[in-house]
């Protein structure tokens, strides 16, 4: 498990996981004192700790992402 942090959410943390060769968010520690957290900003996070890791090209080849 890997943990973020965003400049977007500073007062939550995220938890990834590993799913077969790129990681997906897990849970998220979510404070009230940040925005509530999108569908959009989940993915948003995912690209970024993906790429952060070297995983950018598995995450973007991912299975539900195919047509």
Known sequence: MVRGYF???P??????RR???Y???YMVDWSE???VI?????EEMQQLIN???GRGKEYQQR???KG
């Open 7 to 9: 400049d977007k959410f």
């Open 38 to 42: 999108s569908k959009g900003d989940r």
């Open 19 to 21: 799913i077969r060769s």
């Open 51 to 53: 790429c952060e890791l």
């Open 63 to 65: 299975k539900s992402r």
């Open 11 to 16: 007062f939550s943390t995220v938890y990834f």
């Open 23 to 25: 990681y997906i968010v």
């Open 33 to 35: 004192s940040d925005p």
